[in-house]
Structures are given as structure tokens and as C-alpha cells.
């Protein structure tokens, strides 16, 4: 089955010498339907990757492939994406416009849904564009992202500026409309934990380059923190795979990869230790680390 | 109803029909009643006709529509699934509508102009001496060819506006502004501007469609190879 996303070494560089490295050897599939989670830094090139995907941008190396065929100026590829960014220039257009223009362009807009989700967002349709709010224009893009029923949706920090009770709306919303209407999803944010339970799988992008591809499944519970007596810390993590160790007076905080089973939690009771589980979140930070990712990544497909 | 997707691209930029069909012709409507104010307030001359160019405000704003087509209408597009190509197609294509319509508005009010006298003042509102001053169809043609000259020469100043910035639009201002120095310093060191004042005055109504045609097909063409490489 042809992968609806294809990248073989693909880089952008800028600069008048192609000196800063936006993507570096990005090589990944995804096949739909799919939600993926594309986390990463500021400035890590989660962005770029999306443009390139949706062929706003350029790669200046490799291959790109969305559905079997090359994106850029490819209308028959593109017509079946849509790409929601966070900094989305929009022309002198109301709400109602904007959404009349996705309407035209989508031949599987849900008018219906977007009607919903208008009213949900509490968005006004009679005003203009430039006079929302930050959060009101990330909600249109959301609205838009969703009645789309583009086959490919990307969205570029679709929560932004959104508060808390209206973020847990659209996850809500997402996985709604994902459930009834699978398709590829690939979005990109910085609340990963908020969205962890959305994700199938992550990818992690560090400075240009892909560190981390994982089914979130095998991340969750991949890695722990012990905590307590530094003799009995050292104890417990000899001979296994530690990410990070930190020592508070008598105290030590390890990070271990790996899954702990029933034995392991026995010791650590009988040695007085606690044990926590890193988050999406907490593994997002270490998975930069390259002797991390390698010890999170083994374990995990182990 | 499904269209083409270069109709489609026209449709949504008529979303915002106020700016695309109301604003030209509101600028004009304004400017119109500046000139009908000026000559009322200022001593009657010779007899002869009132030359005004305040028509020009449609012309600025058709060239101002053009810029916002790339600068702001074109990103939106983008991200809705439209290649660059078909995009800028789209755009050309309301364009050229927009360009004939908006010609014969030219030649409609022209005509009028002609019937009453100037619009009972001697006002020359909808024509220009030696260029915009034909047979109706030649009026036509003219303005047409301007309009989407004009909007073509403004999807340029989008171009590099979204490519280079603001700096880049004022140095590719500049640069035309040196160029056309230029041109003016070379035609008086030749002594010509004699001779352009003669091609106005004899071939200019004939020429001068001809001319933006080919102005307007070159900008068009050339913007389409820009925009195919132009990052959003």
C-alpha cells in the first residue's frame, strides 16, 4: 500500500548559503489513517516540514511524497490536503467568507459540521477576520481543519492562544470526526502531554533533524523515575539503562529506560523507592539526547 | 456546483466583492465629485475642455487589488489546496473579467461625458488627452489593457513583497525608478522628447492598446515563472 506521506532524506536549508539546516535528513512514513503527533522544539523545523508537505515551501534535498506523487504544483495531490498554521496570512475576509472559501475548494466540506463548530468556538460569522482574536482565529482554523474532510489534514500548533476549556474541545472534536471519518492527521504542538492520548504514533524533530519515530504506545510506560536513598537508587538501577541520574543530598532522582514488571516494583518497595512514569512530555525533552533516544527507541521495539 | 479549480480561485477572491467590484469605482465616484468641486470653485478659462485625471483612482485601486491578490489572498489559497500555478491562473483570469468590465464602464462613461458636455461643466473625466480620447471601442480597449496591466504590475509588487519583504519592495521601486530616470535621461541627451510628443499626438489611440497588451502578457507570464518558486 502506497504510504499517504513519503520522505526520503529530505532537507531545506536557507540563508544566502544554504548555512542554517531548517530539515536535515527527514526519513519517515505514514500510512493512513493515522493521527501523528509531530513534536519538537522552537525553531525545530516542525513547521517547515508541514510546508513542505503542503508544497508551500521547498525541499532543497530529498524526496517528497504525499499519495504516490510529488506535492509541489501537483494540484491533484494537493486538493486532497489542507494545512492550518498557526501564522496563517488571511486576505480582508469575514469568518463566513473564509469558510465559503474552504467550501469551494473541498469537495467533502461538512457544512453541517462547520455550522456546529462555529457555534461551539462561539465564533462570529459576520466579522471579519483581522478584528478576531488570536484564540478566535486559531478556533477558525480548527473549524476549517476539521469540515475540510481533506484526506490529509495538517495542523501547524492547532491549539495556540486557545484556553484550556476550548483546547479540550477540540480534542473532543478531533478525535470525533477522526473516528467517523479516518483519514491522515498529522499535527504539530508544544502541549504534547495534552494531546498524548490523541497520538498513534510521534515523531520528534530536534534542530532539522527526526529523532525519535515511535507508536506512542511503546513510549508510554518505556521509561521511569526512581526516587529515594541514593545507596538504594544505586542499587535498584545497576545494571540497567539510566538516562539521567541527580543526587539532592541523600537523595537520588534516576531515569531509567525500560518497562518495570512486577519484581521491579517489589524491590523498589522493599528498598523504600518511588516510582514514577515519564510522561510524552518528559520523553519529548530527553529524546534529543542521543544515547536517550537510542536506549528509548531499542527498548521500546524490544 | 463545481467549476474549474482557476474559476474556483476567481470566486474566492469575488468573495470579497467589495473590494474587487465596489472599490474602484467608489475611488472614482469620490474623485469624481473632487473634480466636479475644483472646476466649480475655480474660475472658468478659455472655453475649452476641463482635463481632470482623476480617473486615475480607478486605475490606482485595480493596481492595489492586484497587490493584495498575491500579498494576502494568495497564502489562504495555498493552504486550502490550490498549487501556485492554478492560483495565479485564477487570479489572471478575474483580472482579464474584471479588465474588460471595468473598460466599458470607461467607454460607457466616455460616451456620456461626450453626450453631455462634459457633464454640463466641460469636465474631461472619463477622457485623456491624446490617449483615453478615441472611438468608444478604441476607449475600450485602452482602459482594458491598462486595468490589467495594472493589476498584473501590482501581482508583481504582492510577489516580491511576500518573497523579499518591505525591503525588497522599496528597493524594486527603486530600481524602476532609476531605470525610468534612466530612459529620461537618455531621451533628452537624444533630444526625442519632441519626437515622443508626436507619437502621442498622431499614434498613440492606435498603438497604445497594443502596447499595454503585450506590457500586461509579459508581466502575466513572467509572474507565473516567479510565483511557481515563491515560498509561503
Redesign the interface.
Known amino acids: 500500500m502506497t504510504a499517504a506521506i513519503s520522505l526520503t532524506g529530505v532537507g531545506r536549508r536557507y540563508g544566502s548559503r544554504g548555512a542554517h539546516h531548517a530539515l536535515a535528513g527527514v526519513t519517515v512514513e505514514i500510512h493512513s489513517p493515522s493521527i501523528v503527533g509531530l513534536l519538537g522544539r522552537n525553531g525545530a523545523g516542525k513547521t517547515t516540514l508541514l510546508?513542505v508537505l503542503?508544497?508551500?515551501?521547498?525541499a532543497t534535498s530529498g524526496r517528497v511524497s504525499i499519495f504516490g506523487a510529488a506535492p509541489a504544483?501537483?494540484?491533484a495531490v494537493?486538493?486532497?490536503?489542507?494545512?492550518?498554521?498557526e501564522d496563517?496570512?488571511?486576505?480582508?475576509?469575514k469568518v463566513r467568507?473564509?469558510l465559503?472559501?474552504?467550501s469551494?475548494?473541498?469537495?467533502s466540506w461538512d457544512a453541517e459540521l462547520a455550522a456546529t463548530l462555529l457555534d461551539a468556538y462561539e465564533l462570529p460569522a459576520g466579522r471579519a477576520i483581522k478584528k478576531l482574536s488570536r484564540g478566535m482565529r486559531t478556533a477558525m482554523g480548527i473549524v476549517?481543519g476539521l469540515a475540510?474532510r481533506?484526506e490529509m489534514t495538517l495542523f501547524d500548533e492547532p491549539v495556540a492562544g486557545l484556553d484550556a476549556v476550548v483546547r479540550d474541545m477540540f480534542y473532543e472534536h478531533l478525535l470525533a470526526d477522526y473516528t467517523a471519518h479516518p483519514r491522515c492527521i498529522l499535527l504539530s504542538t508544544h502541549l504534547i502531554d495534552e494531546v498524548a492520548d490523541l497520538l498513534e504514533r510521534i515523531l520528534i524533530l530536534d534542530r532539522g533533524r527526526l529523532v525519535l519515530d515511535a507508536l506512542a504506545d511503546d513510549l508510554r510506560g518505556n521509561a521511569a523515575t526512581v526516587t529515594g536513598p541514593t545507596g538504594s537508587v544505586e542499587r535498584f538501577i545497576a545494571d540497567r539503562t539510566t538516562l539521567s541520574c541527580r543526587t539532592l543530598g541523600s537523595r537520588t532522582t534516576a531515569v531509567m529506560a525500560g518497562r518495570l514488571d512486577d519484581r521491579d516494583h517489589e524491590l523498589a518497595e522493599l528498598l523504600h523507592l518511588d516510582i514514577g512514569h515519564l510522561t510524552l512530555q518528559q520523553l519529548a525533552m530527553r529524546a534529543a539526547d542521543s544515547d536517550a533516544r537510542t536506549a528509548l527507541t531499542s527498548v521500546g521495539a524490544a | 456546483m463545481?467549476t474549474t479549480?482557476v474559476l474556483?480561485v476567481a470566486?474566492?477572491l469575488l468573495?470579497?466583492r467589495v473590494?474587487y467590484l465596489v472599490l474602484p469605482w467608489a475611488w472614482s465616484a469620490f474623485a469624481f465629485g473632487l473634480d466636479v468641486a475644483i472646476i466649480e470653485l475655480t474660475p472658468h478659462g478659455d472655453g475649452g475642455d476641463h482635463w481632470t485625471g482623476g480617473l486615475t483612482a480607478a486605475f490606482v485601486v485595480v493596481f492595489v487589488l492586484g497587490v493584495?491578490a498575491v500579498a494576502?489572498?494568495l497564502?489562504?489559497?495555498?493552504?486550502?489546496?490550490?498549487?501556485?500555478?492554478?492560483y495565479f491562473l485564477g487570479a489572471a483570469a478575474l483580472a482579464a473579467a474584471l479588465a474588460i468590465c471595468f473598460g466599458a464602464v470607461v467607454a460607457a462613461g466616455q460616451a456620456i461625458e461626450r453626450a453631455t458636455g462634459g457633464w454640463g461643466i466641460r469636465m474631461a473625466y472619463f477622457r485623456v488627452t491624446d490617449v483615453l480620447d478615441g472611438a468608444w471601442w478604441q476607449s475600450w480597449l485602452t482602459a482594458s489593457t491598462a486595468f490589467l496591466a495594472l493589476f498584473a504590475y501590482g501581482m508583481w509588487y504582492g510577489l516580491v513583497h511576500r518573497r523579499n519583504g518591505l525591503p525588497g519592495t522599496a528597493v524594486f521601486a527603486a530600481a524602476q525608478g532609476a531605470v525610468l530616470a534612466l530612459l529620461a535621461a537618455i531621451v533628452t541627451w537624444a533630444h526625442d522628447w519632441s519626437r515622443i510628443g508626436h507619437f502621442l499626438a498622431a499614434d498613440a489611440t492606435d498603438a497604445i492598446p497594443a502596447v499595454l497588451a503585450g506590457l500586461a502578457v509579459l508581466l502575466l507570464a513572467g509572474g507565473l515563472a516567479a510565483v511557481?518558486?515563491l515560498?509561503?
Open positions: 510546508r503542503a508544497g508551500q515551501d521547498f504544483e501537483n494540484d494537493l486538493r486532497r490536503m489542507v494545512l492550518i498554521r496563517q496570512t488571511y486576505p480582508d475576509l467568507h473564509a465559503a472559501a474552504a469551494m475548494f473541498y469537495p476549517i475540510a481533506a | 463545481r479549480p474556483t470566486r474566492y468573495l470579497d473590494t493584495q494576502r489572498a497564502p489562504f489559497g495555498l493552504a486550502l489546496g490550490v498549487s501556485r500555478r492554478t511557481r518558486r515560498a509561503v
